[in-house]
């Protein structure tokens, strides 16, 4: 299947000239429309849009904000220009960096967690897309086809050929829904679970993919309006995670080793392993009590292929009866001692349940104490060493009550008040503060829509809050056409994490000191609340504005707000980076000090004489 279209080069100078002839507000409708005509597909848009799009803004929103000095400034010698980084680091991630990781253990699969550079080895040059880049298909196009050009590798088409995962047609991968574990595809993959969980309703709505390969399951969950959050390490393979991403499909580059995963305790409402190659039943256990942690009270395991079905299997999975039949009754053993209950075991398909409570499960209380994890805050992971012990549950007054608190069927739950904030365990978050912080994000949000009116339109599909708290912002965006990853810095106040997961979204911990988990090219738009003002003196800003521009698509978007003396440095750096920017004022007025700046990272690609000039 060959799609043709314009080369990349006349897009960027169609979409510069635009910017400068109608300014900001305009280039984003052109954006939009370049973006609706697919891939590629060239467009005579210049005079149509400024024929078609209504360009206002609020009225009391002024691009010439009142701030303690001047644009002109930015004009003054002294502006550091950032330069293109080598061809070669186009796919660079710096904390899974492969010759980086070479240098770890493979025990427990160390040297595939994150290990990121020291200061003296980051790179201050901006990250190239590859030659031919073009924006993603729209959702739910994406989910299907994506550019070859965007992810130009083919050994998965190799390797996973008769498992249906991905095919190369012409200039695009077609993902056609396959897997190792579902031939038939991951629809019907999925009724199979939907048989036995309650998938239907929206009591399942957050779910874990550990070992995710191209995230397929994911990404026909999200139809059943179920958000997956899938990882996989970066291996071998070359770009799962990546193709994932590309794809529309949330992921991060992740893997079960020696440290705990980087979400809260009783996050996920299912958890997930096809084939996902992780010894569950090694480390006394150790995995499984991790995912036990991340599993909400009432939530799900789902495990499919070995050893499950092993008596029929054996042959086919070239391994011994008596090597699979110990490593399931090794998994059984570790399901009993963490009382979750197997439902279903159809085929090769085998399906737990974790009780609701400690009080439903006698058993747990009878086990040495060494078994129960000692640490009082459960949600503490970064970092932190993985150990064989279980997570104690949220005391209750009843057998009949859910620890934690019992949650509604999404979409309810996005915005009635969360079982944390209700109980308290999220200081200074009464339920009147949160229902004051949905009002306050609703407005900002409606502020962002009135700036660039194709937020809400499929524009930008992948989307990054950078210091997410409560998840308002999320909650305020939300839409079938789109996604958020929300992150709470490891440095925030308060560990607000739960209370995302609770309303129904994904996210995760994250030191903006360090890179993210993920691939270059991997967001259409970041937002960015309070972040500079929250890192102030704990990392160089350019890191992270670097980062920033690591991890975002070209014409992709963010939107900064922060105190206006912030956001003014800000300014200064970003002035150097291929994007372009401008200030606006607060939504209720000039007078407001927290300001917004908007920018758009321009369309580039390597390949030029610019990229030979930096050093290796």
């Known amino acids: 299947m060959a799609i043709k279209g314009n080369t990349a080069e006349s897009r960027t100078r169609s979409s510069v000239s635009i910017f400068i002839v109608i300014g900001l507000c305009c280039f984003f409708y052109v954006l939009g429309a370049w973006q609706k005509s697919g891939f590629g597909k060239g467009d005579s848009i210049a005079v149509e849009i400024t024929k078609q799009t209504d360009c206002t803004i609020l009225p ?47 025990e ?10 020291p200061d003296e080895e980051k790179l201050y040059c901006l990250i190239p897309a590859p030659k031919g880049y073009v924006a993603p298909f729209p959702w739910p196009k994406s989910r299907d086809y994506v550019p070859y050009a965007n992810v130009p590798y083919k050994s998965l088409t190799v390797e996973k050929a008769v498992q249906n995962w991905v095919q190369y047609e012409g200039n695009v991968f077609r993902f056609p829904g396959g897997g190792t574990q579902f031939p038939q595809g991951a629809d019907r993959y999925i009724d199979q679970l939907a048989s036995v969980i309650p998938i239907a309703n929206g009591t399942v709505r957050t779910a874990l993919d ?72 090694s480390n006394d256990g150790m995995y499984m009590m991790e995912v036990d942690r991340v599993l909400r009270p009432g939530g799900y395991w789902v495990l499919s292929g070995p050893p499950i079905n092993w008596r029929t299997n054996y042959q086919a999975w070239q391994r011994t009866k008596e090597d699979l039949e110990e490593e399931q009754n090794k998994i059984e053993e570790i399901a009993a001692l963490l009382c979750w209950e197997k439902i279903s ?105 009135k700036i660039n009116k194709y937020l809400n339109t499929g524009r930008y599909r992948n989307i990054m809050d950078m210091n997410a708290g409560l998840g308002s912002f999320a909650a305020a965006i ?102 372009n920017i401008k200030m606006v004022d607060h939504e209720d007025g000039p007078l407001v000090p927290e300001k917004i700046l908007v920018a758009v990272k321009q369309y580039w690609v390597g390949g030029g004489k610019g990229n030979q000039t930096i050093a290796e």
């Open 60 to 106: 009391n929103l002024n691009f010439e904000t009142h701030h303690s000095g001047s644009s002109d400034d930015l004009l003054e010698s002294g502006v550091q220009t950032f330069e293109p980084c080598r061809d070669r680091y186009r796919d660079y991630t710096p904390c899974q960096d492969q010759k980086r990781a070479m240098t770890f253990p493979r």
């Open 108 to 117: 427990n699969m160390n040297y595939r967690e994150r290990h990121c550079p």
């Open 210 to 281: 550990t070992g995710c390969g191209v995230a397929s399951w994911g990404a026909y969950l999200l139809k059943r309006n179920v958000l997956a959050m899938s990882f996989a390490p970066r291996d071998s393979h070359e770009a799962q995670v990546q193709f994932a991403l590309e794809r529309g499909v949330p992921a991060v580059i992740g893997v079960l080793g020696t440290i705990q995963l980087p979400y809260p305790s009783r996050a996920f409402d299912m958890a997930h392993c096809s084939r996902c190659l992780i010894p569950w039943g």
């Open 345 to 449: 075991e159809n085929g090769e398909i085998a399906i737990w349940r974790k009780r609701i409570n400690a009080d439903s499960c006698p058993g747990r209380q009878d086990e040495p104490h060494g078994r129960i994890c000692e640490s009082s805050n459960a949600d503490d992971v970064w970092y932190k060493k993985m150990k064989a012990c279980i997570t104690p549950y949220p005391e209750v007054s009843s057998s009949e009550e859910v620890a934690g608190g019992q949650l509604k069927t999404f979409p309810d739950r996005l915005n009635d008040v969360p079982p944390r904030i209700v109980s308290g365990s999220v200081p200074g978050f009464s339920v009147e503060a949160y229902h004051e912080d949905n009002r306050l994000w609703k407005k900002h949000v409606n502020a962002y829509k």
């Open 478 to 579: 939300e839409s079938p056409k789109l996604w958020v990853m929300n992150v709470v810095p490891t440095i925030a106040e308060k560990s607000m994490l739960g209370v995302v997961y609770e309303r129904g979204q994904i996210g995760i911990y994250h030191d903006w000191c360090e890179a993210f988990s993920t691939y270059p090219r991997t967001y259409d738009l970041i937002h960015a609340n309070g972040v500079f003002s929250l890192y102030k003196d704990k990392c160089k800003m350019e890191d992270i504005l670097l980062e920033m521009d690591r991890i975002l698509r070209p014409e992709g978007a963010v939107f900064f707000r922060d105190e206006v003396d912030v956001l003014m440095k800000v300014k200064r750096i970003v002035s150097g980076m291929k994007w």
